[in-house]
């Protein structure tokens, strides 16, 4: 049932491309329908020369050999072509798919299923996919032709001589059958090892500046050695395997020449069968010899492909579960950015306490509130609420009065910028960084922004100042550069609701209080939600909001918090003494 399930799957993949594929099959039936014409024409050649010396016919169907020969060569590119071509054409279709999939499914998603193995399935597997709708579909029609236009000439030569020397052939698709779950096990086995190896290389290249302050240079080689070593035991049994069948399957295809030969010259000899008539049947055999060894790739081919289809498949069934709800809504424009949230629950999945817990609160639009609290209190899962990067419950989360969930996500996350603990960077220029959410900004609005976010004084003393590459990650900038780099970019797309989770934490206190001072002031506030453990600049805001094990246990104004006696007022006293101390 499930080989039949990847059949279909393989068969909704070339259905787009069924018109190059349809003409690349027709070509290989013409190209055999005259293969197998050929040996007629030279068995009447060599009758006619045993009849009587007439070269001039003899030579008439040599011409003509040659003439059909050429055709056959043609029509054969021609088949190769498109066939390869439809392979191509499905690659290229699939790699949409799977990164147009890939941009719907939530962060957690790629928590669970590493970079590595996405991008090896990306690769590796769409090549084997690639080669089973090109070369295996190829193969598979041309032995299929051979065989269904072949045998019926042979078996009109000669029944007895066409039976024996084709007898070897059922125990060859007998061995095909027992060897084929082995081999897709085994091509299993290679393509997760491959993965597994993606991931390390694309772990150690990322992580390469901890690798080398922790000197575990020698350690990382050991992992690498022994990773390689498994892919290389899972190629070798593969290989095994491989290396037993195939010239085994080649073999069988050649004795049934052998006992052609030998049953062959003893009914010439009887006079049952003309000397033609038996190289005709010598070179349909031979015909038949090719695409049955041909079966062994064929055969490696279509696991691989078997395999991938099951692996790519793996991603593209995966269902996203943060979408756009039946029935979406538009929140009515301009949006204000009042927020409120009413009894807030999270629990991660596998989790058994839960993130957030009885969260209530209401921020009205163009108010600006700081979120404190201890590391693992909640904060960063409350701002990766806000614009649904988390599978919320309906009911609990607002904007302008309209529940989260029943809004469209591209409407939803419009309206929130949001710049998360971990500014990342693209690597390309600075310019292009900044205005990623709004690639047509010009450069005045760009520097606008980088003003905003007090990194364009910086900016001017890079190189080449905008233009400015980052490098991967935006290695090239300290953290603190990074951090209001990515607050230029969220401040570019000007979007009512601001939430910077920690997005301040490598700049100093003093900017950190200048940069909220400036978003906070102005014709055009916007709604605010500054998640931090600098508490100076914290201490600005509107409002605070204090989190504890999942729920907001302290709610108010500085002046209001430090007076009383609880969490914020201990979390206050613990930075002034860091500070004396410091």
């Known amino acids: 049932m499930a080989r039949y399930s990847r059949l279909q799957k393989l068969g909704s993949y070339m259905r787009p491309h069924w018109k190059p594929a349809f003409w690349g099959v027709l070509s290989l039936l013409i190209v055999n329908a005259v293969g197998v014409y050929i040996p007629l024409l030279i068995r009447n050649a060599i009758d006619t020369l045993q009849v009587a010396t007439k070269f001039d016919q003899v030579f008439n169907y040599v011409l003509l050999i040659l003439l059909l020969a050429s055709i056959m060569w043609g029509i054969r590119m ?11 054409q499905v690659e290229f279709d699939l790699k949409q798919q799977i990164f147009n999939h890939l941009l719907t499914l939530e962060p957690s998603y790629f ?30 029609a041309n032995t299929a032709f051979a065989y269904a236009l072949t045998l019926p000439v042979m078996l009109g030569i000669d029944v007895r001589l066409t039976l024996l020397a084709i007898a070897v052939y059922p125990v060859m698709l007998v061995l095909v059958q027992l060897f084929s779950d082995k081999l897709r096990i085994q091509q299993l086995a290679v393509q997760e090892e491959l993965s597994a ?20 240079e020698e350690n990382e080689r050991r992992a690498f050695r022994n ?28 004795i049934s020449l052998l006992v052609l030969l030998s049953a062959g010259g003893g009914a010439i000899a009887k006079g049952e069968i003309s000397i033609g008539d038996f190289v005709a049947l010598l070179i349909y055999v031979e015909r038949l010899v090719f695409p049955t060894a041909l079966l062994g790739f064929t055969i490696t081919a279509y696991q691989r492909g078997e395999v991938s289809v099951d692996r790519i498949e793996s991603i593209l069934t995966v269902e996203a579960q943060i979408k756009d709800a039946a029935g979406a ?58 614009p649904r990067l988390l599978d919320i419950d309906p009911g609990e989360l607002f904007l302008d009065g309209h529940d989260i969930t029943e809004v469209k996500l591209n409407q939803l996350r419009g309206a929130i910028a949001y710049v998360p603990q971990e500014s990342f960077l693209f690597g390309t220029t600075i310019k292009n960084n900044i205005r990623y959410g709004n690639p047509l900004a010009e450069q005045p609005e760009v520097e606008s922004a980088a003003k905003q976010a007090q990194i364009h004084p910086e900016i001017l003393n890079f190189p080449q100042q905008y233009k400015t590459v980052v490098g991967e990650r935006g290695i090239t900038l300290s953290g603190g550069q990074r951090q209001r780099t990515a607050l230029a970019r969220a401040l570019l797309v000007d979007a009512p609701v601001l939430i910077l989770d920690d997005a301040l934490s490598s700049v100093d206190n003093q900017t950190a209080t200048d940069i909220l001072h400036n978003l906070a002031t102005g014709t055009d506030r916007k709604t605010v939600i500054f998640i931090s453990h600098q508490m100076s600049a914290a201490a600005t805001a509107d409002r605070i909001f204090v ?26 006293n613990q930075q002034k003494l860091e500070e004396l101390l410091h």
Not at 78 to 88: A, D, H, N, P, T
Not at 243 to 249: G, I, R, S
Not at 371 to 381: D, E, F, L, P, R
Not at 554 to 568: D, F, I, N, R
């Open 547 to 572: 989190m504890e094990k999942g729920e907001i246990v302290q709610s108010g104004t500085h002046a209001e918090l430090v007076g009383q006696p609880g969490l914020y007022q201990y979390l206050w």
């Open 197 to 216: 190896m993606s991931d390390l290389i694309q772990e150690d290249m990322s992580g390469i500046s901890v690798i080398k302050i922790y000197a575990q």
């Open 111 to 140: 928590a669970v299923n590493t970079v590595g193995d996405l991008i090896n399935r990306a690769t590796s597997d769409l090549d084997n996919i690639r080669r089973l709708v090109g070369f295996a579909v190829l193969s598979l």
């Open 329 to 386: 809504v538009e929140i009515p424009t301009p949006v204000i950015g009042e927020i409120a949230a009413s009894n807030l629950n999270y629990t991660y999945p596998g989790a058994k306490t839960p993130a957030l817990k009885n969260v209530n609160f209401t921020i009205k639009p163009g108010e600006t509130v700081a979120v404190v609290g201890a590391i693992g209190s909640g904060k960063s899962t409350l701002a990766n609420a806000l």
């Open 227 to 254: 990773s390689n070593a498994q892919l290389l035991s899972a190629n070798l049994e593969l290989a095994k395997t491989r290396n037993f069948l195939f010239p085994l399957l080649g073999g069988l295809a050649s």
């Open 78 to 88: 021609v088949s190769r072509i498109l066939l390869f071509g439809v392979g191509r």
